[in-house]
Structure formats: structure tokens, C-alpha cells
């Protein structure tokens, strides 16, 4: 008598590595429905004061932060194998920006967080829309994770004709170790704050994806800036 084999099984001629992926996948589906779930209760809710409304947009916010990291494992697994459709494209960077910040905005109301940003209005730049678009949603998250109360994204050009876009906040700043480890080769994880440096390790691949000649993107992080805080810095040729 034959088993059906087990649900979670490798099939015979898949790579570990595919496996992996495709349950990565599979999670992200879920999550995305789960998403649906939720946005849709909330706004079927006749009082949004309560505990249960705060905690459901809570729980809102952790399953989208969850499903945008599964994306992020997704890109950089699809740019690890070369074949990743990375498509740069002229776009308005305050328009880019402004979607950032809306993907974020409703968890910086529910935590009181004022929301700013400065880029000319006319400020165009060549990138990978979505690319980038995830870059700053991560940054957006951890600056509204350790600030105080203020997060403003910063857009303009460097003296060689670049962008620079800077993530600041008013939070305590990046500790010492990690301005010294810097974001390209961030090691280890934390299993006291759940950090595992995916996040700025994707921001500084994106980041050397985008080239023009013989310069390439890239990404560092510094505390000051204009709020006196955490400060994530995004350079794109």
C-alpha cells in the first residue's frame, strides 16, 4: 500500500532552495487574504476608540510588515538567481515618495507619529519603482518604530548629479556597532530585538542595482540629520 506523499515533502528534482521559495510563496498568499480580512473589518467598525479597533490595526500592521519581508525574500532570491526583472524607469520621486509614506501612514496616526517629507515637486529619477518603493517602506518602518514622535523622508540631488534620499527620525539613533558594521554586510541576528539585517542587506543590494556609467546606488547609515536621530541614507546615481 502506497502514502500519499506529505504535504511539506520535497518533490523529487526540487532544489531545497526552490521549496523554500515556493512556501515562501505560498505564506505570502495567505497573509495578502489575511490583509483583506482585516482591512475589511476595520472599515465595517462602528467605533474606532475602542481597544478591539486599535488592537485589529495593530494586527494589520504585523501582518502587512510580515508579507512586505516575504516580498523582500522573494526579490532578493529572484536577484541572487538573475533572473529578477529589474526595470528602471523615469519616475516622479515625490510621487514615489508619497506612495511610500501612505503605506505607513495609518500606523503613524494610530501611534501619533507626524509624517514629513521634502523633495521638489519636479524631481525626476531613474529606478526600479517597486524596488526602491519597498526600500523606503522598510526604512519608513524602522524610523517609525524607534522615533519619538517625528519621521520626515528627505529628497534631492548631490553635487554629481545623483539622489540622495534620506529616512530620519527623532529616536535615540542607530547604535555604535551598527554605524561601524555598516548595511552591506550587516551579520548575525538579535534574537533580543528579532533583527536579522534582511532588510538593510536588500536595501543595499537594490541600491547597487541601480548604475549610470561607472557609478552604482548605495546605502549607509548615520545618526543627526535634521531631527537629531536615526538617519537612513539611500544614494542613487
Known sequence: MTHPTPPDTVEPGMSLSDFLMSSVHDMKNSLAVMADFLETALAQAADTSTP?????????YETQ?????????LALYKIDQDYYPFDPQEHNLADLVTDALSRVASLARLNR??????CPDDLQGWVDYDLILGVLVQALHNALHYTRDTVVCLVATDPQGGIRIR?????????????????????????TTGSTGLGLHFAAVVAALHRSGERHG????????????????LDLP
Open 65 to 73: 510588515r510580515i508579507n512586505d519581508h516575504l516580498i523582500r525574500v
Open 218 to 233: 548605495g546605502t549607509h547609515l548615520e545618526n543627526g540629520g535634521q531631527l537629531g536621530g536615526g538617519c537612513f541614507c
Open 167 to 191: 529616512v530620519e527620525d527623532n529616536g535615540p539613533g542607530f547604535p555604535e556597532f551598527l554605524l561601524r558594521q555598516g548595511v552591506t554586510h550587516p551579520s548575525g541576528v538579535s534574537f
Open 113 to 118: 507619529i507626524g509624517l514629513e517629507y521634502e
Open 52 to 60: 478591539l479597533y486599535r488592537q485589529t490595526s495593530q494586527a494589520l
